[in-house]
């Protein structure tokens, strides 16, 4: 492979932007430099000034929250960030790394010829697609770190429509709402190998209304009225529903996620608001010392 590939320098058993190359082996081996760096600040001179409460939460944040690709994000608990009113800008940490994980996923739907794609293809979905749950002997840590990532990507993941050909109507999400979805059948009776090219008119390039009429509810027929109809040449795509290039993005993915928790908070939240509670904790007028 070396040979073949025209590799000159050989790495992975250093570190890239703090986290190490190689994640072989054992991981209490490999992540010892966070237990290193925790006990050489509780330790340092920065500390000595905190009272022992102080010490125990800073610990705490300090061990929640460590290097994410190279960069320290430093969080005063998930809580005041999320509902203090205008925020300081953290980021939630296994949120953020949720969505960089999907961005790895991402690239071997997009583009399933380079090298990465082509590599774990072979090791891991030979005949399948990358979001198929298919099990695997002995994966990697990596390639379990990178389909983890798979319910967010379905949560945006859409088939864009070209000739229509290989979208499965009852199937495959298609139908552009908040999430896409598959679409919704006018009564209890669906044609399974009924597909988009079968909705289509090619003579005029348009949708075949009796067709929509006679097989959706009148909500995904107005929807699928306005979903625009390219070349019927193309082939259909995949695209990213939450930007307008189509095409997924950290940023985009962690709002994805983020605004899917707080609908879950939403939810299952009970009694009064606390959030203007926990914005006015910053302005208590405590001693320096908890």
Known sequence: MHGVLGISNLGGMGSYLGIPKSLGGSKMKIFSFVRDRLQSWTTGWTTKQLSRGGKECSGEFLVEFGPVWGTTLVSLGEALWEYAVGGWGFKNVD???????????????????????????????????????????????????????????????????????????????????????????????????????????????????????????????????????????????????????????????????RAVKQRIIQVIRYGPDITPLLAAVWRVSCPPKL
Do not use: C
């Open 95 to 257: 949120d953020f790394n949720y969505a960089l994980l999907a961005k790895q996923l991402w690239r071997l739907i997009e583009a399933p010829k380079s090298l990465f794609a082509r590599v774990l293809r072979d090791r891991y979905y030979q005949n399948s697609d990358p979001m198929d749950l298919i099990r695997s002997y002995s994966p990697s840590y990596g390639w379990r770190s990178i389909v983890s990532a798979r319910s967010l990507i379905n949560k945006g993941l859409i088939k864009r429509v070209g000739s229509g050909e290989s979208i499965s109507i009852w199937t495959d999400p298609w139908v552009p709402t908040q999430s896409p979805r598959p679409a919704l059948s006018k009564g209890p009776l669906k044609d399974p190998s009924l597909k988009i090219s079968h909705l289509i008119d090619y003579g005029t390039n348009s949708w075949r209304m009796d067709m929509l009429l006679a097989h959706f509810d009148l909500e995904d027929v107005a929807l699928i009225r306005v979903i625009p109809l390219g070349s019927t040449q193309m082939a259909d795509s995949l695209g990213w529903h939450f930007t307008k290039l189509w095409k997924y993005t950290v940023k985009s993915g962690y709002e994805t996620e």
